[in-house]
């Protein structure tokens, strides 16, 4: 199975729905349709009315980010994996680089997924190393250290998955060429399969995916999908990440 995950940031008000229609409308007609799945990721202020709206269609909606805690508590401005999944979305993103920069800690992001996980979210969660983390050839002790300081084998392995954004490609047009994204896939599944042998995260790849270069990345069989940005935010521009994956 395959997923084109789409992951709006600061984006989107309700006549947005829109975008959504159109690429559910792709979606259901699709020929390809049983080999991959498509999940949004809205802004919280969305979540709800998305869900109900696509509760009976193949969209999943998921968050972009939960708090650390499980249910209810004092913190301003806080939302919980609990509430969350209350209004019905059904995965959220962990880890992204951009709450990693606002001060996301390990163990914070360890009681993240915990929590998410025990209140039914699958979790989508991000790792990726930074330009001079990349310069310094750093990337694989980087990425290592994000996985194993944060996923454990207690962890229901199955209902996570991992995506790999070099922090570096987010929204910049550049890419890690076919090989480094293939050894760097491939040493992601290894630090996965010794935490559990036979609970494996899917692994996705994240940043500038386009319907251009998307070619390219389809002949990285290990990659096992997409996190999509900015192209997300155009039905069009989504819609053809996914034909011309499949063309
Ligand atoms: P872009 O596709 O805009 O580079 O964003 C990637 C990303 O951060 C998705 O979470």
Not at 8 to 26: D, E, Q, T, Y
Not at 43 to 54: M, N, Q, R, V
Request: net charge positive; aromatic share 10%.
């Amino acid at each position: 199975m395959r997923y084109f995950i789409g992951n709006w940031k600061m984006f989107g008000v309700p006549k947005s729905i829109n975008i959504l229609n159109k690429i559910n409308s792709f979606y259901s007609k699709d020929k390809n349709r049983k080999k991959y799945r498509v999940i949004i990721t809205p802004p919280y202020t969305l979540i709800e009315t998305f869900s109900k709206h696509f509760k009976s269609k193949k969209i999943s909606i998921g968050s972009q980010n939960c708090y650390q805690k499980d249910q209810f508590s004092s913190n301003t401005a806080a939302i919980s994996p609990f509430m969350i999944r209350s209004v019905g979305a059904k995965y959220t993103l962990v880890g992204h680089s951009d709450n990693r920069v606002e001060g996301d800690t390990n163990i914070m992001l360890k009681n993240k997924v915990h929590f998410a996980l025990k209140n039914n979210l699958k979790v989508v969660f991000c790792i990726g190393e930074n330009r001079a983390d990349k310069k310094k050839k750093k990337t694989f002790s980087v990425l290592k250290k994000q996985i194993t300081k944060v996923l454990d084998k207690k962890m229901n392995l199955n209902n996570i998955i991992v995506a790999y954004e070099p922090i570096w490609s987010i929204g910049t047009g550049n890419i890690p060429t076919e090989n480094e994204l293939f050894k760097t896939t491939l040493y992601i599944k290894k630090i996965l399969k010794s935490i559990n042998k036979k609970k494996r995260p899917l692994v996705l790849y994240g940043g500038s995916v386009d319907g251009k270069n998307v070619k390219m990345f389809k002949e990285i069989r290990e990659i096992d999908g997409f996190l999509i940005g900015g192209a997300s935010k155009s039905h069009k521009k989504f819609i053809d990440i996914i034909k011309n994956y499949y063309r």
